[in-house]
C-alpha cells in the first residue's frame, strides 16, 4: 500500500529495516482489514456467491474496480443452472459503486454468482486509510524498537493452552492497546467497519 521508501522515511528507519518494516505495514492492512470487514489491497479478481433479499440492491464486496463486473449468473435454487443477468438490459441490472441495481423493476430474489475486479491500484487506497496504515506501522515499529533496546522480544509472555501473550510495555502503556494509543485508526476503523443487521 505505502511505497517502502516513503514508508522507511516517515519511520526514520534504516534500509535494511525494509523488510522488517514492510512486514509491518502489512499486518497493519490485514488488521484494518480484519476490523472493518473491507479489503484494502491491490486489484484482484473476485467472485462472489450472495443471496438476493428481493430488494432492488445487491451488495458487492468492495471496492469494485470501475467497469470490472464480468459476469452476473442468477440461480433460481441450488444447483439450477445459471441465467446471465446481462448489463443495462431492460431487465438486467446497473453498476453503481460497490452495488449492482436490479433494473426493469425487478428484484434480487435468488442467488448469485458475480465475477469482478476488486481492490485499489497502488497509492490510490482512500487517503484516511493509508494515514491510518502508516500510523499503525509507526506504532508497531516503535513498540519494536522499545522492546529492542530494553534488551526484550517482542513478546513478554506466551501461554499455549488457551493461548494468551502479553506484549511488551513500549514506554507509554501497554503496546498492545492501540485503541487506546491511536485515536485517528480507531475513527478510521468506526467509518470504514461494515455494519451487518
Known amino acids: 500500500m505505502i511505497d517502502p521508501d516513503v514508508l522507511l522515511d516517515y519511520l526514520g528507519a534504516q534500509p535494511e529495516q525494509e ?3 514492510m512486514a509491518m505495514e502489512a499486518a497493519a492492512v490485514a488488521m484494518l ?18 443471496s438476493g433479499d428481493c430488494g432492488r440492491t ?4 468492495g471496492p469494485v474496480v470501475l467497469g470490472s463486473v464480468v459476469s452476473v449468473d442468477e440461480r433460481y435454487y441450488i444447483g ?23 433494473a426493469g ?4 430474489c435468488y442467488e448469485y454468482t458475480v465475477a ?10 482512500p487517503a484516511d486509510v493509508r494515514e491510518a ?15 529492542a533496546e530494553a534488551g526484550v522480544g517482542a513478546f513478554q509472555s506466551e501461554t499455549i493452552g488457551d493461548y494468551s501473550y502479553q ?26 467497519r461494515i455494519l451487518r443487521v
Open 19 to 21: 523488510e522488517l518494516v
Open 33 to 50: 482489514e480484519r476490523q472493518t470487514g473491507r479489503y484494502f489491497g491491490p486489484v484482484r479478481d473476485q467472485e462472489v456467491v450472495l
Open 58 to 61: 445487491l451488495y458487492l464486496e
Open 80 to 102: 439450477a443452472d445459471p441465467n446471465a443477468i446481462e448489463l443495462d438490459a431492460s431487465d438486467g441490472y446497473v453498476v453503481r459503486g460497490d452495488r449492482l441495481l436490479r
Open 105 to 108: 423493476g425487478l428484484g434480487w
Open 116 to 125: 469482478y475486479e476488486q481492490g485499489y491500484a497502488r497509492g490510490e487506497e
Open 133 to 147: 496504515v502508516k500510523q499503525l506501522t509507526r506504532w508497531q515499529f516503535q513498540a519494536q524498537q522499545a522492546a
Open 167 to 192: 506484549l511488551a510495555d513500549a514506554g507509554n502503556g501497554s503496546a498492545g492497546d492501540w485503541n487506546a494509543q491511536l485515536p485517528f485508526v480507531v475513527n478510521v476503523v468506526n467509518t470504514w
